[in-house]
């Protein structure tokens, strides 16, 4: 559902490792989600998506993982870098509905 | 590819007067556009959705005599915070989605808006 006014989580990594971030949508309805990262004063990057009928998609170092079962989604991020550093959002889109975006959670990298 | 530029980055307004913030697709068309606005370390909240030639559609709790959006080209929308309060200070981001690119939504680089 909507997001509410929580701090967000922060997720501390080492560099080189592997990170996962987590997300829970509720909507199941929604068909297509979307993974963006935000740096600190910009607005939210698309890193990458996956659509309903789909469990996994791969990107470059990046990958989605989508449970329909529990309405959970995961980003997992590949020998993770300072430069990798940001908020990070999953959003929901429900057919023909509107964006809904998740809590965030922060990523740390430390070197 | 596709860009969505907001003007202006940032801005500093006295309290009880008005800004606008312009929201513009550059390389594409968008018909509809959506503002949000995200308070530090908090998500983003849609405010409301931008319809070129329409009015606007308001979220629950969001006030339209308060924002006023207008979308009078389908390459320009502007959100204009009327009487500003400092609990209007806020980041404002608009997006707007790609018909040609399989409907890819696309962000803006957001506004700051403080209000003293």
């Known amino acids: 559902g909507e997001s509410v006014g929580l701090h967000l989580p922060t997720l501390s990594v080492q560099e080189g490792d592997n990170s996962i971030i987590n997300c829970a949508y509720s909507?199941?309805?929604?068909?297509?989600f979307i993974w963006y990262k935000q740096e600190s004063g910009k607005g939210p990057q698309f890193i990458i998506d996956?659509?309903?009928?789909?469990d996994k998609r791969q990107g470059q170092r990046v990958t989605v993982l989508l449970n329909k079962t529990v309405k959970h989604l995961s980003l997992q991020i590949a020998a993770t870098q300072p430069g990798d550093s940001a908020v990070y959002f999953c959003a929901e889109l429900p057919r023909g509905g509107k964006l809904i975006f998740g809590q965030g959670t922060e990523l740390s990298v430390k070197p | 590819g596709a860009v969505v530029s907001q003007h202006p980055s940032w801005v500093i307004c006295k309290s009880g007067t008005s800004v606008k913030i312009e929201c513009r697709s550059l390389d594409f068309q968008a018909t509809t556009m959506f503002w949000y606005r995200q308070f530090p370390k908090q998500s983003l909240m849609l405010m409301a959705t931008?319809?070129?030639?329409?009015?606007?559609?308001?979220e629950q709790g969001v006030e339209k005599d308060k924002f006023l959006i207008n979308h009078a080209s389908l390459t320009l929308s502007t959100l204009t915070v009327t009487s500003a309060h400092p609990e209007d200070s806020s980041f404002y981001i608009c997006?707007?989605?790609?018909?040609?690119?399989?409907?890819?939504?696309?962000f803006g680089e957001g506004s700051w808006l403080t209000v003293v």
């Open positions: 997006s707007a989605s790609s018909q040609t690119s399989g409907n890819t939504i696309y």
């Open positions: 996956i659509r309903s009928n789909m």
């Open positions: 931008s319809n070129e030639g329409s009015k606007a559609t308001y």
């Open positions: 909507n199941s309805a929604s068909d297509y």
